[in-house]
């Protein structure tokens, strides 16, 4: 099992309410990654981060936002939540040294 | 566009039969990666094939890459309730870089 968590596991909330979606390796993987997923759908990479103070934008165009202060700490931020953020929201880590990606168990979000 | 698709889109079939799932991809790739994602659930990775390999085993599962024809295959063999999931390729979105593109999956159902 990969040392890669996320909180909240489940989110229902009100639309205008921000929000941060949390994701912490214990892995010192230097690379992150977020991803969107709707029901029986694929990944889509919405950021990644190379290193501390590192991040960019994925293929997926999101409102959202994400901060790399720390290695171990990948959190995003949705400022102002739309039913239209409805989705599964994985975190992933790799490392430098080999391709395969780690994923956290994921946060459901429910924008009402 | 997205870079993998597979098929079938989903799968049912018995303990003990095998299962096989079939991904294609467009673009030139250095590996190809498989993924299961159990309900709800973050991905674990199953097994890579680089792109100078054409066959790849690992227990039960056999992963054949046709850099030619831009398609893997993952077989499972003697198939177990336990594996009924959905499965995804992913192949790295620009050579060189970690950023991986998912495909649509396959979600297989063992019944017992």
């Known amino acids: 099992e990969a040392d890669i968590y996320q909180t909240p596991r489940y989110l229902v909330i009100g639309t205008g309410k921000k929000i941060t979606l949390e994701c912490s390796q214990t892995?010192?993987?230097?690379?992150m990654y977020w991803y969107q997923q709707d029901p029986g759908m694929e990944l889509h990479l919405i950021h990644y981060?190379?290193?501390?103070?590192?991040?960019e934008k994925g293929d997926l165009s999101s409102e959202s936002t994400v901060s790399r202060i720390r290695t171990e700490h990948f959190p995003l931020t949705l400022e102002s939540a739309r039913p239209s953020h409805t989705s599964q929201y994985l975190c992933a880590s790799s490392d430098s040294s080999v391709h395969e990606q780690y994923f956290g168990p994921g946060t459901r979000l429910t924008v009402t | 566009s997205q870079q993998g698709e597979e098929d079938p889109q989903a799968l049912s079939i018995q303990e003990g039969e095998n299962a096989t799932m079939n991904c294609s991809y467009k673009t030139s790739i250095n590996n190809l990666q498989w993924y299961r994602q159990n309900s709800g659930r973050g991905l674990v990775h199953l097994i890579l094939i680089r792109s100078n390999e054409r066959e790849k085993h690992s227990g039960r599962l056999r992963v054949t890459l046709d850099t030619s024809k831009k398609s893997s295959s993952l077989l499972i063999t003697a198939s177990r309730a336990a594996d009924t999931a959905s499965y995804f390729c992913?192949?790295?979105?620009?050579?060189?870089?970690?950023?991986?593109?998912f495909g649509t999956g396959t979600r297989l159902q063992v019944f017992p």
């Open positions: 992913a192949t790295d979105a620009l050579r060189g870089t970690d950023k991986l593109i």
């Open positions: 981060s190379y290193g501390v103070n590192s991040t």
């Open positions: 892995m010192g993987h230097d690379k």
